[in-house]
T-cell receptor, first 114, second 113 residues
Framework: GDSVTQMEGPVTLSEEAFLTINCTYTATGYPSLFWYVQYPGEGLQLLLKATKADDKGSNKGFEATYRKETTSFHLEKGSVQVSDSAVYFCALNGGAEYGNKLVFGAGTILRVKS | DTGVSQDPRHKITKRGQNVTFRCDPISEHNRLYWYRQTLGQGPEFLTYFQNEAQLEKSRLLSDRFSAERPKGSFSTLEIQRTEQGDSAMYLC???????????FGPGTRLTVT
């Protein structure tokens, strides 16, 4: 079945450092890809998405590019802030043929120090 | 747009008791999903509805679990004869048919003692 693999955390960075969180996927079809963020004590929030190969999703300074050839959707940010400390989840949705469900990675904890 | 809401936010129950959770989706969303999240893991799909029809159920959803969406608006998830392994965060999400983005509620944290 479909699956998502994320780099293990926690990732600890100093403020203004460059962030990369790796995400690779396995899917039979052509899924849509997502990054969700979960701040402490809060629910999952959609951060960004990409629906087809070579699409770049972006939001709040975060970016991720849908790479079909490497089945990857790595999350990047040029300069992190303490307020970015959260758990980040990569996810795919295979569409109606696969139940319209989101398949999530295990999550990556990001800690940003001031 | 008030977002997806869930009630209660926390529930502590004794093993063997029944519990019921409620989810109210975003008002114009006709699809509603239930997921379960355990500590240190990503959410896992349980079931989803389009309007009032339950279209898919995961094998994770044992016969002790039942979900309903009687009028195509709010949904309930009931767990009968709870077990300690049912302790988790239960998440609800909603979307518009044809759109793959799902929007999540804050979750209901269940603790079975």
């Amino acid at each position: 079945g479909d699956s998502v693999t994320q780099m293990e955390g926690p990732v600890t960075l100093s403020e203004e450092a460059f962030l990369t969180i790796n995400c690779t996927y396995t899917a039979t079809g052509y899924p849509s890809l997502f990054w969700y963020v979960q701040y402490p004590g809060e629910g999952l929030q959609l951060l960004l998405k990409a629906t087809k190969a070579d699409d770049k999703g972006s939001n709040k300074g975060f970016e991720a590019t849908y790479r079909k050839e490497t089945t990857s959707f790595h999350l990047e940010k040029g300069s992190v802030q303490v307020s970015d400390s959260a758990v980040y989840f990569c996810a795919l949705n295979g569409g109606a043929e696969y139940g319209n469900k989101l398949v999530f990675g295990a999550g990556t904890i990001l800690r940003v120090k001031s | 747009d008030t977002g997806v809401s869930q009630d209660p936010r926390h529930k502590i129950t004794k093993r063997g008791q029944n519990v019921t959770f409620r989810c109210d989706p975003i008002s114009e969303h006709n699809r509603l999903y239930w997921y379960r999240q355990t500590l240190g893991q990503g959410p896992e799909f349980l079931t989803y509805f389009q309007n009032e029809a339950q279209l898919e159920k995961s094998r994770l959803l044992s016969d002790r679990f039942s979900a309903e969406r009687p009028k195509g608006s709010f949904s309930t998830l009931e767990i009968q004869r709870t077990e300690q392994g049912d302790s988790a965060m239960y998440l609800c999400a909603s979307s518009i048919a044809g759109n793959y983005e799902q929007y999540f509620g804050p979750g209901t944290r269940l603790t079975v003692t």
